[in-house]
């Protein structure tokens, strides 16, 4: 079974960013539409984006739109997710997937078999 691990998450202060990577071993992630998800103390996890295999096409929520970035580092056979102008909303526990497509309507689905750890991104000043 494939195995995702997150991690560059940190605390940063509002308007800074941060760059979080999904990594596997064992398994290139280029055969696999890959999707961030994010859950805030509190509330139900909710899709944040995802990028399709041959990164024909990405998806990203609204609250992020023009704020975040996915994209795939095939050196480092990992997808990262560039946050900019970060926002004390955006703080939360910070999950990657894998599917075997990405679409909007699958982002508001995280109904995945496993999770990761998750990496902690706290928005704070």
């Known amino acids: 079974q494939l195995q995702l691990v997150e991690s560059g998450g940190g605390l940063v202060q509002p308007g800074g960013s941060l760059r979080l990577s999904c990594a596997a071993s064992?398994?290139?992630?280029?055969?696999?539409?890959i999707y961030w998800f994010r859950q805030a103390p509190g509330k139900e996890r909710e899709g944040v984006s995802c990028i399709s295999t041959g990164d024909t096409s990405t998806y990203y929520a609204d609250s992020v739109k023009g704020r975040f970035t996915i994209v795939r580092d095939n050196n480092k056979n990992t997808v990262d997710l560039q946050m900019n102008n970060l926002k004390p909303e955006d703080t939360a526990v910070y999950y990657c997937a894998h599917e075997s497509y990405c679409s909007s309507g699958r982002l508001l689905t995280p109904t995945f078999g496993s999770w990761g750890q998750g990496t902690q991104v706290t928005v704070a000043s």
């Open positions: 064992g398994f290139s992630l280029d055969y696999r539409a």
